[in-house]
């Protein structure tokens, strides 16, 4: 799937950038997300519960829709008792 660039300017250039690539790798990302979530029998709602985020935030994480922040990937790998290094070894 090709997904047009990005198009950024600045003062001096026109900068182009694929974007496609942050998509690739946020959907990557979800998607280990989900397998790890469901290795350990929780539903999209008790580990919104437990890591204390809400519902449709880890559903956009899981679907590549959104980036979290360092401080949310910390907040689930506690509630789903695995290390970041682990969370983010993909």
Known sequence: MLISPKIFFSKSTLLLVPYYKNEILLKNFGNHIRKIRISKG???????YDAELDISQIGRIER????????????????????????LDF
């Open 64 to 87: 590549g829709k959104i980036n979290p922040s360092l401080y949310v990937l910390y907040r689930l790998s506690k509630a789903l008792d695995v290390s970041l290094k682990e969370l």
């Open 42 to 48: 929780y539903t999209q709602e008790s580990l919104s």
